[in-house]
């Protein structure tokens, strides 16, 4: 089992930034592929950034261009640092432990809101 826990949310100004953090733990928390999903509400869970085992960031078109997907291996800890955030940005971000190629493991959000 993997255990994922989201920290760094809160609220900022629109152009402001903020750095998310994800921690995680388990018995078979490895270097998996870790991604940054986000959900809005009435909106479905969207993609926004992953970094491969072998360290390679993805990112989704909605935040591209203005999010980094980072790592610490030895703190077992994933970051999103976000930057030019806007009002639409507003939504519980979470993290996720890939199994296979997909997101198996969730953290429980983080709520980020970013005032216009």
């Known amino acids: 089992q993997v255990q994922l826990v989201e920290s760094g949310g809160g609220l900022v100004q629109a152009g402001g930034s903020l750095r998310l953090s994800c921690v995680g733990s388990?018995?078979?928390?490895?270097?998996?592929?870790k991604g940054w999903y986000r959900q809005a509400p009435g909106k479905q869970r969207e993609f926004v950034a992953a970094?491969?085992?072998?360290?390679?960031?993805r990112y989704g078109d909605s935040m591209k261009g203005r999010v980094t997907i980072s790592r610490d291996i030895r703190k077992n800890t994933v970051y999103l640092q976000m930057n030019s955030l806007k009002p639409e940005d507003t939504a519980v971000y979470y993290c996720?432990?890939?199994?296979?190629?997909?997101?198996?493991?969730w953290g429980q959000g983080t709520q980020v809101t970013v005032s216009s």
């Open positions: 970094l491969t085992s072998s360290g390679e960031p």
């Open positions: 388990g018995s078979i928390y490895s270097i998996n592929t």
């Open positions: 996720a432990d890939y199994f296979q190629g997909q997101p198996r493991w």
